[in-house]
């Protein structure tokens, strides 16, 4: 099973821009479909971003949509999440997460996901 870190998260002010990186280990990275998650206190976890194995197909939901770019370079086994025009209720632990598919464009949405990173911290305040 894929074993998948994420970096990149930290303090940024409304408006403003950070992206996320999601390192995954072993040599089957094409294999998967990967996503990103956020869940914020008190509120469930939320889908944010899917991308298929080699990156063809995109999926985002309204609430990030044109503003979050979902990316992967298999080469060097990472995903990222572009992420621009922050909000207040952007502010989340962001996770990536990872599906095996043979399905080449296949998006896996809410729920369809094998493995989890451990998260990383995205806090939007002035």
């Known amino acids: 099973q894929v074993q998948l870190v994420e970096s990149g998260g930290g303090l940024v002010q409304p408006g403003g821009s950070l992206r996320l990186s999601c390192a995954a280990s072993?040599?089957?990275?094409?294999?998967?479909?990967m996503g990103w998650f956020r869940q914020a206190p008190g509120k469930e976890r939320e889908f944010v971003a899917g991308?298929?194995?080699?990156?063809?197909?995109?999926y985002y939901p309204d609430s990030v949509k044109g503003r979050f770019t979902i990316s992967r370079d298999n080469a060097k086994n990472t995903v990222y999440l572009q992420m621009t025009s922050l909000k207040f209720e952007d502010t989340a632990v962001y996770y990536c997460?990872?599906?095996?598919?043979?399905?080449?464009?296949?998006?896996?949405?809410?729920?369809?996901?094998?493995?989890w990173g451990q998260g990383t911290q995205v806090t939007v305040s002035a």
């Open positions: 072993g040599r089957t990275f094409s294999t998967y479909a």
């Open positions: 991308i298929s194995r080699s990156g063809g197909s995109t």
């Open positions: 997460a990872a599906r095996r598919t043979s399905a080449a464009n296949y998006v896996p949405r809410q729920y369809d996901y094998d493995s």
